[in-house]
């Protein structure tokens, strides 16, 4: 908008002066006001993972299911319980679980032993709800003690309006019954991200297992869009439900910046879940 000054011909150089200065002023707030451009995501945010400041927001409190993401607070929780080298055999009731759900699976074979670390990338990578079973199985007591762990853990991290149903993200017994925020999911990638054996199973793009003595061989291809597309990107996890949508907590480092961000029920296509809100999130955070 273009003032109407009325100005004496004396004052008139101190007041273009002064309105140019104030011009100046305003637009670097212009600037890191401005968003990272369309984002579709119903709930999505960015932050610096070393501070925890928030870079951008949209519906930060607002409570959604994300699906897979849910196999982060699992694999967490395994992770701090140890003993990654401990042998488990896979039950058959792992297969059933993924029959009757018709969920993602790593293809485990019943009677397979694998170690709880093997285990993790087949949970991570392929988003395994098999291997879900199996490690909440092992480490629970039982697969109620182990979500029980799963949402002590959610307290104990601060994961406000968060609540953990089951161990994989899957819909039931409803498909709002496991839920949390943009807010508490970047606080689980920070925390997730903190761990080395978390960070170098999330940011694997395949996972390859010969047949060995008591299993089957094995090769998990992580399904997260961002590995090896774009640059920088460490991890996390996808996730997907019809009620869920596109759901995406990644990470990325450049420069020695690091970033954590999350959409929740961005538009797309199939089960797939695409990169876009992410890319578009990262770039914007990254250029400021």
């Not at 501070?51 to 982060?72: A, C, D, F, Y």
């Not at 679980?97 to 019943?110: F, H, I, M, N």
């Not at 910046?257 to 876009?276: E, F, K, P």
Request: charged letters at 15%.
């Amino acid at each position: 908008m273009r003032a109407r000054l009325k100005v004496r011909a004396s004052g008139l150089a101190a007041t273009v002066i002064l309105a140019i200065g104030a011009t100046l002023a305003l637009a670097p707030a212009a600037s890191a006001s401005s968003g990272p451009g369309y984002v579709s995501a119903r709930s999505a945010a960015i932050e610096n993972a070393a501070t925890g400041q928030v870079l951008w927001k949209r519906e930060l409190n607002t409570e959604r299911p994300m699906g897979s993401i849910t196999k982060v607070m699992t694999a967490l929780v395994v992770i701090d319980a140890g003993n990654l080298n401990r042998t488990i055999t896979v039950p058959y009731a792992a297969l059933s679980y993924v029959s009757e759900y018709d969920a993602s699976s790593a293809g485990l074979a019943p009677g397979d032993k694998l170690t709880a670390r093997q285990l993790l990338y087949a949970l991570m990578l392929p988003s395994g709800c098999d291997a879900a079973y199996v490690l909440a199985k092992a480490y629970g007591p039982g697969l109620t003690g182990f979500v029980a762990k799963m949402n002590a853990t959610a307290k104990k991290l601060g994961m406000t309006r968060t609540h953990f149903a089951n161990f994989d993200g899957l819909p039931w017994p409803g498909e709002y019954s496991t839920y949390s925020t943009a807010a508490s999911l970047l606080k689980l990638g920070r925390a997730a991200m903190k761990s080395p054996v978390f960070r170098a199973i999330a940011g694997k793009r395949t996972y390859r297992l010969a047949a060995g003595s008591g299993h089957h061989g094995y090769v998990w291809h992580n399904l997260d869009p961002l590995l090896g597309v774009y640059h920088g990107a460490t991890g996390i996890k996808t996730g997907f439900t019809l009620a869920a949508g596109h759901c995406l907590l990644f990470a990325a480092t450049r420069g020695g910046r690091s970033l954590i961000g999350v959409t929740l029920d961005s538009t797309g296509v199939g089960t797939t879940v695409n990169g876009t809100d992410a890319t578009r999130l990262l770039n914007w955070a990254f250029s400021t």
